[in-house]
């Protein structure tokens, strides 16, 4: 028979129980995000009705804020700090479970190469 699962501690389950209730937040707030942008691009895209006005508010902005304000440039900046919670949850989660004995070692390695993959393809998908 199977060894007994290892007993947890209380303020592990307590953590992993309130990183499990950041990611669906998490995964909400993306979705709203999207939304915003696609509706933003709507707005502001050469082939909408409002386009014009749209524009036309954005260029009256000082400075380069103008450009900042842009759906693409809005875009990036939502991909940028989700990458950045990503990798901040991942690093609390590392500090939980990676140091389990439990976990197999090719799993454990695995999971720390999948974060530099992750990274490459983040910047190469900004770099794009």
Not at 14 to 25: G, H, I, Q, S, V
Not at 77 to 97: P, Q
Request: proline share 7%.
């Amino acid at each position: 028979s199977p060894p007994p699962p290892p007993r947890c501690r209380r303020w592990e389950v307590a953590r992993r129980d309130a990183l499990a209730a950041m990611e669906r937040k998490l995964v909400f707030a993306c979705f709203y995000f999207l939304i915003f942008i696609a509706l933003w691009r709507l707005l502001s895209s050469r082939g909408g009705p409002t386009f014009r006005c749209a524009q036309g508010l954005l260029h009256k902005c000082p400075g380069k804020i103008a450009g900042l304000l842009q759906w693409y440039s809005l875009l990036f900046i939502g991909f940028c700090v989700l990458m950045c919670e990503t990798y901040w949850t991942n690093i609390l989660l590392m500090k939980a479970d990676w140091l389990s004995p439990n976990m197999p070692s090719w799993v454990r390695c695995l999971s720390k190469a999948s974060l530099v993959g992750g990274l490459a393809a983040f910047a190469f998908l900004m770099a794009h």
